[in-house]
């Protein structure tokens, strides 16, 4: 590979926020094993604890995850019964997706661990930082660019 590739794969946005993003979920699925999920289970456990019950395309925009992926990780979920998932009243063909109290339990259980992570990547990259970082990548979310892969299926 020729240093000209090597400095523009260097450039690549997303190359750069996929990286940071395999290592941040690697700490966090680590710390989070001893309650044997993933932090995207969790992180699914969580928002339906922090927003109640929601449709799958809801759930889907909040964590900004296309259907199919969230779907796949929900079937452990049900399994385990931590959620539970039916028809909407509104529309039938819509699923509700909800916790159950085993999945109350277990988000209760795991925020100690997810706290205990968030304080170490704080302690390690800043409070200040991280919370910029936050606000940043919040940013991103909002550009709107994922039009582009819209308009490339069309």
């Not at 001893?34 to 992180?43: E, I, P």
Request: with cysteine; glycine share 6%.
């Amino acid at each position: 590979m020729t240093s000209r590739a090597i400095t523009n794969l260097s450039l690549c946005n997303c190359l750069a926020l996929r990286q940071a993003s395999r290592y941040i979920t690697g700490v966090y699925d680590q710390m989070l094993s001893a309650a044997g999920l993933r932090v995207t289970q969790f992180s699914i456990l969580y928002k339906l604890s922090a927003l109640g019950p929601m449709t799958v395309n809801q759930m889907s925009a909040e964590l900004v995850m296309d259907r199919t992926t969230l779907t796949r990780n929900l079937k452990p979920l049900e399994r385990d019964e931590l959620v539970v998932s039916g028809p909407s009243e509104h529309d039938r063909r819509e699923r509700v997706i909800d916790l159950t109290p085993a999945g109350k339990a277990k988000v209760k259980a795991m925020l100690p661990l997810w706290r205990k992570v968030q304080q170490t990547f704080e302690q390690n990259f800043g409070a200040e930082r991280a919370d910029e970082l936050r606000r940043l990548l919040r940013d991103v979310v909002d550009t709107g660019i994922h039009e582009l892969q819209q308009g490339a299926r069309r």
